[in-house]
């Protein structure tokens, strides 16, 4: 189907060649496909001979014809309406699937009037479908008066020259009806333009009583905090503690403002922590841990010097202070890659194997040998 805000002729004419990816064993199994539009030619490509082996029961069947006896833009997509040469009944179909790689069409199977029988899909050779046109009404058989309303199928089709659509991402050309069975009286040399099948639409079920009606979700129950109309008017007060408190406990809920906004207690939870602004505050505050801590251990070590020089006392000092910073961060490298769950199965394997040692320590220390024949018990030295 062409896009509507364009016109056939504005589409670029240029040959564009699609990158050549070859085909995967994968690809084979899987190649009937519902979508009706071409974006690539990988269908054209050979693939190796030993693909068709089975080496299992379970292996799938691939089934395939040589790469030019396949069809290279195809006419006859999934939502189409086909009949079968040699059908006499002239029984309508509609195409499932198809598969380019064996020129096989799958139709929409039918339980021949019978409820509990499971519906088979059959499918065809691309060769023996003719695409239903439509109904017409035609002219009066001989040695009648009344038009009929006849089905109308394409015997022969023809197409546009196919481009590639950069918009669609597509491959897309216009296909026509050239000769039809029966004959259009109208159709001698003019050709019927043979439309795309158009995408189901989204089927919305109805709401159940486990969904939300419309009109309930559009309601807004958001109130705006009452603020003072002054500007020098005090801002409402609000207290975490309290609100948290009052929602454990409903006898506490009469000492909270209900008028209060709600922003102060999820300002937390809903301000961003990776923001600039944080980040350079908490190094900041990192910093200033950190010279607190330098100062602290200078101050320490130059009141006690215990026989040392100043120079010396600071030097120990500033050691100290450098190994206590990279104890933290070796200690936050370790934590960063440890699992909380692995942790916790850490610490429950080292809890079992200290039962087993004070266990194994205690029969030990209980241990009672019975009296027999061939003991001795050795003399004090």
């Not at 000092?317 to 916790?344: G, N, P, T, V, Y």
Request: with cysteine; proline share 8%; net charge positive.
């Amino acid at each position: 189907m062409l896009c509507s805000s364009y016109t056939w002729s504005s589409y670029p004419r240029t040959r564009i060649t699609m990158p050549r990816f070859g085909l995967t064993r994968q690809q084979l199994i899987r190649g009937a496909t519902t979508s009706p539009w071409t974006t690539n030619f990988r269908h054209m490509e050979a693939f190796p001979k030993k693909w068709r082996k089975r080496f299992s029961i379970r292996d799938p069947v691939i089934k395939s014809v040589r790469p030019k006896d396949r069809v290279k833009y195809w006419n006859v997509v999934p939502g189409d309406q086909i009949r079968l040469l040699g059908d006499k009944t002239n029984t309508l179909h509609e195409v499932l699937s198809i598969n380019k790689v064996s020129n096989r069409v799958f139709v929409k199977g039918t339980s021949d009037g019978d409820e509990n029988k499971v519906k088979s899909n059959k499918n065809y050779h691309y060769s023996r479908c003719q695409l239903f046109i439509g109904n017409y009404e035609l002219p009066p058989a001989p040695g009648s008066l009344e038009a009929q309303i006849t089905p109308v199928f394409a015997k022969r089709l023809g197409t546009s020259a196919p481009f590639w659509n950069p918009f669609l991402r597509r491959f897309d050309w216009q296909r026509f009806a050239t000769n039809t069975v029966p004959r259009l009286p109208s159709s001698a040399g003019e050709r019927h333009l043979v439309p795309w099948p158009e995408a189901p639409k989204a089927r919305i079920p109805e709401p159940s009583s486990y969904d939300a009606a419309h009109d309930v979700v559009a309601q807004v129950t958001y109130e705006l905090p009452k603020f003072s109309a002054s500007v020098n008017g005090p801002l409402p007060r609000a207290s975490e503690d309290a609100f948290l408190a009052s929602i454990i406990n409903p006898h506490l809920r009469d000492t909270v403002d209900a008028t209060a906004p709600v922003e102060p207690f999820l300002h937390k939870e809903l301000s961003n922590p990776h923001s600039r602004a944080k980040k350079l505050r908490r190094f900041r505050e990192y910093q200033i841990r950190i010279k607190a801590v330098r100062f602290e251990l200078l101050t320490h070590e130059l009141k006690h010097l215990n026989g040392r020089k100043p120079q010396e006392a600071r030097a120990e000092a500033l050691f100290k202070w450098r190994a206590m910073l990279k104890s933290e961060r070796d200690e936050r490298k370790k934590m960063r890659w440890k699992h909380k769950a692995e942790m916790a199965n850490l610490e429950r394997k080292a809890a079992r194997k200290a039962r087993k040692e004070v266990q194994q320590r205690r029969r030990l220390t209980e241990l009672v040998l019975e009296e027999g024949k061939n003991q001795v018990i050795p003399r004090d030295i």
